[in-house]
């Protein structure tokens, strides 16, 4: 880290701390040649999530979309909000940790499957049948099949 007195660019960290909640990094240091102490902070970068959708446009990723949609998937099920809410974080953690910065739209809709699959059945179909586009009776029956057969 670059003194921001003489210039130098070595220091050592004389302290450390969590500061915001948890969010950054607030480290005193100290300049290894004009002995001047300087504080810096340290947070994670947070590159923005592209969605690649179906009709090949891209956006910015949604966490409020995907609440959304979710949530008319589980409305009138007895499912709580901190569920949805925790389900989302996993599917957006899932997501951060592949490194890909674009992601598709197909991919985001088989992690919410996944989670609505063990959350409620009836919120999972309700999100496959839109998700999948059922054209008709027998595509629902094939999708409750492997509901009933898990």
């Known amino acids: 880290m ?3 007195f003489c210039g130098y660019e070595e220091s050592k960290v004389i302290d450390s ?3 915001d909640e948890g969010e950054k990094i607030r480290r ?3 300049c290894l040649k004009c002995t001047k102490r300087f504080t810096t902070y340290e947070m994670i970068e ?3 999530i592209i969605v690649i959708k179906r009709d090949k446009s891209r956006e910015v990723f949604n966490r409020e979309k995907l ?3 979710m949530l008319r998937a589980c409305e009138k099920r007895p499912v709580a909000i901190e569920t949805l809410e925790k389900a989302i974080d996993d599917i957006e953690s899932v997501i951060q940790n592949s490194l890909d910065r674009e992601v598709s739209s197909e991919k985001i809709g088989e992690l919410v499957m996944q989670k609505l699959s063990d959350i409620d059945e009836v919120a999972y179909v309700r999100f496959a049948s839109v998700y999948r586009q059922f054209k008709d009776i027998n595509t629902f029956m094939n999708e409750l099949s492997k509901l009933l057969n898990k």
């Open 28 to 30: 005193r240091r100290e």
């Open 67 to 69: 609440m959304n949609g």
């Open 17 to 19: 701390r969590p500061t």
């Open 2 to 4: 670059k003194c921001p």
């Open 46 to 48: 947070s590159l923005p």
